[in-house]
Nanobody, 117 residues
Framework: QVQLVESGGGLVQAGDSLRLSCAAS????????MAWFRQAPGKERESVAT????????GYADSVKGRFTISRDNAKNTVYLQMNSLKPEDTAVYYC??????????WGQGTRVTVSS
């Protein structure tokens, strides 16, 4: 089992920045591919950013490219999502997810991000 605990959400204004953190436990962190997903009100959950177990490879949704950066610190068992130039449409509950292979089958409880215009 993998336990994931997110933190760092909040209420910000458009153009502001936030950094989300996700602390993992239960499995060797450097075995895990990690990702951030989000779910806005009335919408399906969508992938925002992914990062490989080594941290060498990352991917982003088109809607956040150039604004968000995913990173990880394997010594601290933590993955981060740096969010810059936030927009009202980034408002959502953000979830951290972990995968031991290609399926994200471990999820955190979510942290809410609200961006006001």
């Amino acid at each position: 089992q993998v336990q994931l605990v997110e933190s760092g959400g909040g209420l910000v204004q458009a153009g502001d920045s936030l950094r989300l953190s996700c602390a993992a436990s239960g499995r060797p962190f450097n075995w895990l591919n990690m990702a951030w997903f989000r779910q806005a009100p009335g919408k399906e959950r969508e992938s925002v950013a992914t990062i490989s177990s080594s941290g060498r490879s990352a991917g982003y949704a088109d809607s956040v490219k150039g604004r968000f950066t995913i990173s990880r610190d394997n010594a601290k068992n933590t993955v981060y999502l740096q969010m810059n130039s936030l927009k009202p449409e980034d408002t959502a509950v953000y979830y951290c997810a972990a995968a031991t292979d290609i399926v994200y089958n471990y999820w955190g409880q979510g942290t809410r991000v609200t961006v006001s215009s």
